[in-house]
Structure formats: C-alpha cells, structure tokens
C-alpha cells in the first residue's frame, strides 16, 4: 500500500513550507526515519522524514517550491509495489513545470496513480499533534504543552518518554561549544543592482513569520515602556574577576549578556507578575522562568529559549546560550529550541545602540531591551567621576503588568546588576 | 506437587468428577474401549462401566443431541469430539439446544455439559484438520468457553467445567496433551472467567491463551534477552467470559499490549481483546495494539508453509518491536 509524504507542520505556527532540497529522487528506495527532503519553515531548515519503508514516487514538489501544510509532496510505494509499477514509471515521469502531460502515455499505462494535483487534506489535520492518548494524560496532567514536545514515534508521534523527557528536564547539551560572542551577524545580501528604480524581494518564510507576528503585538497589545539606567561597574568588575578564574579552568567565559540573562530570570523568579502569559480569558502566571533571547539571523531574527534560566549557572547559561545562538544561525533550531518563553531579552549593545523599545513577543507579557555600555561623565557623590552605564528598556503588556509593577522588576533587575554579589542571595 | 502430562490432568479431572458425582458420564467416539483417540479417558470405562463411559457411533450431532438430553434430564455428560474439527458437525446441538435451552425454558431448564476435545492445528492435518474454532464458539450468548494452556489449569478448568450448571466449551490441543507440567492434587479448581500471569513484565503485555501461552513465552525470553524488554504473558485461561478486568489491569501498566492467537484474524478473539483494551484502557495506550493470528488463509498442508502460517515466536518478537517502537 502506497503512503503519501505530506508537506508536515514541523514548527507550530508552519502553514507553508519551501522545498529546499530533495535528498533522495523519485526511484529511491528509502527507510522509515530517512530524511527525504530539507524543508525550509517559517523558523529553521527542518528534516522531512520517510514516515513508511518503499520506495520514493511521484515527487510532486520541485526544489524552490513553497507548499501548504497537509498537502502531498510524493508518494512511497511499498516494496511489493515497486517491482509492479516499475513498467510504468516511463509514464510517471516528474511533473513539469508546465504539469502537462503524455495523454498517450497514460492510457496505455495501466492506472497510474493520479500525479498532478495531489489533494490537499484539511490542514487542520496536518497540525494537530500526534500523541499516544497515554502521552496525552501525562501531558495533560504535568501540564505539558504537546506542541513543544519533539514525537520520538511513527509518524512524530508524542509518546510516554518524549513527554517523561521534555520540556522541564531539558538539560543543556553537554558539549562546549567554540566561544562565539552574540556577535552582529552579516544580514542577508540583497540581490545586485540592476539599474532598475527598485527589485522585489519574495518574502522568505522567516520574513512571512515575522511580519505576521509583529503586528499581532504592536497592534494590538497596549505597550507601554520603562528606561532605566544602570550602573555597569561593578558587573565589569565581577565578570573579568569571573572570567580571569574561569581562564584559568579553561571554560568559556562569561559575558555581560550571560550577566543580563541571570539577572533577568533572578529578578523574574522575584516578580511573578511580569512573568505571565496573556491568554485572552486568562493570564497564565509561570512558575518556571524560561528566557528567550532574540537572536540576529540571516534575513530575521528568532528568540531560542534558556529553559529555567534562575536555576542555571553563567556558565550553563554561557554555554546554553553560544549554542543555540549557532543553532539558531545555521538554521538548526528544533521547535522546542524557540517556544514557550515566558519573558524575552533582545540586546543591541553590540550595535552601539544607546537605548531602545523592543516589541513584545506574545503571548507573554515584557520584554526588555538592552543598550551598550557606555563610558560616561557620571556624577558621584557630589563629583564628576567616569562610569560605565547602560540602559534598560522594559515594554509591557499593559494587560497584565501595571507601571508600578513593572518598575518594581526592573528596580530588582537593576539591583542585581549593580550589586552582582545580590543574585547569590 | 507431581508432574503430569496435560493429557492424565484431564484424566484425572474426569476421575476425580466422576467419583464426586454419580450424575457425570462420559460420551464420544473411542472413549471406552479404546481410552480415547488421545488416551484421555484412560481406565475410565474400567472404573465406571458402559453406562457412565459410553461409545458413540460416528454421529457428532446424533450424540451432541443425546448428551444436551442427557443434561435436560438432569445428567451432567461430558461430550468428547475426537476433534473440534468434527464438531462442526455438531453446531446445531451445540448452538441452537445447548445455549438457548436454559434462555428459551425461561430460566427452567439448565443444560450442565461440556463439550471437549482437542482445538486448532496440530502438524500437517491439513486445511480440514487444523482450524482453531475459539472465536465461533466463545461468539455463542449461553455458552462459556475456556481453554487452557497447563497441565494444572487443564485440570482445574475441566472441573470447573463440568460442575458448572452451562453449557461449557473446553478447547483442548493434540500437540498440549504431551506437555509436563506440576498438578496440584485432589480438589484443584480454576474458576472460569480468571487469566493468569504466566510471567510478569513492565513493558508490554503478550496477551494469548492455549497453545499460544508457549509461544508468548519463548517471544518474551527472546525480547529479554536481545531487546532487554521485558514483557508480560497474560494466559487468558477463559475466552468467554474474558477476564477483562486482568486484560485492562495489565495493559495499565506496561502501555502496550500484542494479542497472539490461533485463530484467522477476522473477529477473532484478539479482536474483542482489542475493544477492550481500546475501551477501557484508551489513555493507558502509548503504542496501537497490534495482533498476531494464524495467516488469513485455509491451513497449508506443507510443512513449511505450515510453519509460516502459524503465530511464531518471532512474529510475536518483531509485533513487540513495533508496539516497543524499537524498529
């Protein structure tokens, strides 16, 4: 029995996805597992993957091409049908750009599968997590989301030890990673010059993502925006003291983004309230402070997610960090890499950027936007002193977090930045 | 406890019956003087007499009919078929008379028999010879069906059988009546309606009965020692009325369950096991149940293609595998 290849949701919010590049051609044999085809999501490049043994038919979808969720991409026969339909391949050859085909052919050719236009089935269908109804429970009951949950069976299903797994026991990956600075990344190059007043540009998936999302914040979710300024020397004091012992142990060292993550989850894990999720009926306050931290990629930006940033060490964070910021960059984040933050963090010290708003994230309720340290005229008890200063912009949901509330967090924050011994307490 | 064949539990079963109630006989083709087609009725028509051991002509409806009179009157028979193969013969008796008697009397008249003899293939008997018939009795409102795997459930469900005041089916196995086994003595009763866990395990239940129990073994030491799984068997012992509660407690703690049987897959027992666990353990499932049945096709009479068509081991190894995801 042949089994369809559907175009599959391999992120939560994928309604389309762009064939990057077909792995295995019409004609191959393939395994359960066996990636098929690079598919480019509204995220990340993701795997599709063989989801019955046989061999690979009928590839419906040319490399470059953009096709809806739940639509059929090719079909795998089983092996018993492969020797049988071997005859007729010469009839099935890849649809071409212009669909037609050799009406000749066909009729002589006994029944071939219809090729063209493989329907699509409801989408819906397509997006609905797959899990065991044991999963389901556990889910349900460790109030786990299955949307975040990476399906280790047939079919990506959610069984019992992905949900025993994920996503509150996510450890950090082990491995140290190359010391890679949250560095300005090089933006996608536009196309040349062609001496025309202007080219157009399709949108890239992530692009598509983007714009979608941002005017669901925006738009409609009542911003409102906090600066603080905060006194930068004593964290510069404590990371280099922190980083000339870690040297001397050979680990990565701590930056001061890694100093900001710590000290946000620390001062969130202090400040529930603006630690929450909008939910349109509710407000879902989170007991776990799971960060995300927007990351510059190649024509966009994504947020990954340390999970239960207030319990990890900087060096956890550090290594954590590195690592999903390379991931993030080649593309190879996993869906459970970039959702479910609670609170988000978007830095352009690098950029020289003084100060600035960032635009919430939803569902959750803040965000802060961090500046560059700058060397400036500070006055110090009555003195005119230099100083290292920063600052610090939150924007609220004003749904859920109140000025005061909001001021009280960021006091914390700024605290603990300016007294990094206060996160040890 | 003494060793016994499967076969001397039965007798003994019968023995021990017939010495407890006058009311109990005997009655089939070769059951007296020549002690039975598989010698279960050894030195019974010796200790009994013709009266109580009684040979029948070869006429499985003729005396399936005079047995279900037998049992009106007030007698308690025991009808051996030479096999469950030639008690097709007798299906009328068996499902028009014996299950409906008691229904249609309102209640007045019980039918305390049992039909017995061997169940499902043996080696190369052929396509005739070979059927398992579990899931065309245990269909049958007014009957009960049990078919045990040991020696001691052997002996313990034949007398629960025969002191039951239905009609109870007691599929047995020519190539069981050989097997040893420890027998408890004297008063040893299986209540019918009760599986048994022949051999516990955490992650995933082989659900099977009869002649399958041996091969659910062997799958669960082989998934032992090569997939370091570890599987439960559940003998179901009774097919009709199903121990559900067993099925559904089992397959609440290993997640996963595969069903192994005789019998073609087509409503057969496997697939009302199915319905339970679906029904009553739906959010205990981490994996689809899957089943392994004899092959959809009339028993082959080549040794080989025998082979192939019977539930094996192996087959029930690699739908553990499956239900494990470990392919």
């Known amino acids: 029995m042949a089994t369809n290849v559907y175009m599959e949701a391999l992120s939560p919010t994928m309604e389309e996805g762009r064939v990057v590049k077909w792995h295995k051609k019409d004609g191959d044999p393939v395994k359960t597992g066996e990636t098929l085809a690079e598919i480019e999501t509204d995220k990340a490049v993701m795997d599709l993957v063989a989801r019955a043994d046989g061999v690979l038919r009928q590839v419906a979808a040319p490399e470059g091409q953009t096709i809806p969720v739940g639509s059929v991409v090719a079909v795998i026969a089983a092996p018993g049908e492969a020797a049988g339909e071997t005859p007729t391949s010469a009839a099935q050859t890849k649809p071409s750009g212009s669909g037609k085909r050799d009406t000749g052919n066909v009729a002589t050719a006994p029944a071939p599968v219809a090729v063209a236009t493989p329907p699509a089935v409801a989408p819906a269908d397509a997006t609905r997590v797959k899990a065991s109804p044991l999963a389901r429970r556990m889910a349900k009951e460790a109030g786990v989301d299955l949307k975040l949950v990476t399906g280790s069976g047939p079919g990506g299903r959610v069984v019992k030890k992905d949900v025993e797994r994920a996503p509150n026991q996510a450890a950090p990956a082990a491995a140290a990673a190359p010391a890679a600075p949250l560095s300005p990344v090089s933006r996608v190059p536009l196309p040349e010059r062609t001496g025309t007043a202007y080219e157009d540009v399709p949108l890239t998936q992530i692009r598509k993502t983007i714009a979608k999302r941002l005017v669901t914040s925006l738009g409609p979710i009542p911003h409102f925006f906090l600066t603080t300024e905060v006194d930068m020397e004593r964290a510069a004091e404590a990371r280099e003291a922190l980083n000339k012992q870690l040297g001397d142990q050979g680990e990565g060292k701590v930056s001061f983004n890694d100093l900001i993550i710590k000290a946000t989850a620390l001062a969130l894990a202090r400040h529930r309230a603006c630690n929450a999720w909008f939910q349109e009926d509710h407000i879902r306050y989170w007991n776990e402070v799971h960060i995300g931290m927007a990351v510059a990629v190649e024509d966009g930006l994504i947020t990954p997610v340390i999970r239960h940033a207030d319990r990890k060490s900087l060096t956890e964070i550090g290594r954590e960090a590195r690592e999903l910021a390379d991931k993030a960059r080649n593309r190879r984040l996993q869906p459970n890499e970039y959702t479910g933050a609670t609170f988000s963090i978007s830095n352009l010290g690098m950029f020289d950027i003084d100060q600035f708003t960032a635009v919430i994230n939803p569902p959750e309720a803040g965000i802060i936007a961090i500046g560059s340290i700058v060397q400036k005229a500070v006055v110090v008890d009555g003195h005119l002193a230099p100083g290292r200063r920063m600052r610090i912009t939150m924007s609220c949901d004003h749904r859920v977090i109140d000025g005061a509330t909001g001021a009280a967090f960021l006091r914390t924050l700024k605290q603990m930045l300016e007294n990094p011994l206060a996160m040890l307490l | ?327």
């Open chain 2, 1 to 327: 406890m003494p060793t016994l064949t499967y076969r001397d539990a039965l007798n003994q079963a019968l023995r021990e019956e017939m010495q407890r109630d006058p009311n109990v006989l005997l009655m089939g083709e070769e059951v007296g003087v020549y002690q039975g087609a598989y010698k279960v009725s050894r030195g019974l028509l010796e200790e009994f007499g013709s009266m109580r051991v009684v040979d029948t002509p070869i006429a499985e409806l003729g005396f399936a009919g005079i047995g279900v009179g037998a049992a009106m009157g007030g007698l308690r028979p025991v009808i051996e078929f030479m096999t469950w193969n030639f008690a097709v013969l007798a299906l009328d008796q068996i499902v028009n008379s014996a299950a409906k008697i008691l229904y249609e009397s309102g209640g007045q008249i019980p039918v305390p028999i049992v039909f017995r003899g061997p169940n499902g293939a043996a080696l190369q008997l052929a396509a005739q010879h070979s059927q398992a018939w579990e899931s065309w009795v245990s269909h049958i409102p007014g009957l009960k069906v049990v078919a045990p795997a040991t020696p001691a459930d052997a002996k313990g469900l034949l007398k629960s059988a025969i002191r039951d005041n239905n009609p109870v089916i007691v599929l047995e196995g020519e190539m069981l009546y050989n097997v040893k086994g420890e027998v408890p003595e004297g008063e040893h009763v299986v209540p019918i309606g009760r599986a048994d866990i022949k051999r516990a395990g955490r992650d995933v239940t082989l659900i099977c009965h009869s002649k399958t129990v041996t091969v659910a073994l062997k799958a669960a030491e082989q998934l032992a020692e090569h997939e370091g799984a570890s599987a439960e068997v559940l003998d179901l012992r009774s097919l009709r009325p199903l121990d559900e509660e067993a099925i559904v407690g089992s397959v609440t703690r290993t997640n996963r369950a595969v069903v192994v049987e005789e019998g073609w897959p087509q409503a057969g027992i496997g697939a009302q096991v199915v319905d339970v666990i679906q029904r009553e353990a739906f959010d205990h499932l981490d994996a689809p149940v899957l089943r392994v049945t004899q092959a959809d096709v009339p028993m082959p009479y080549n040794r080989q293609l025998e082979r192939l068509a019977k539930p094996s081991p192996e087959r029930v190894v690699a739908a553990a595998r499956r239900v494990l995801y470990l392919d």
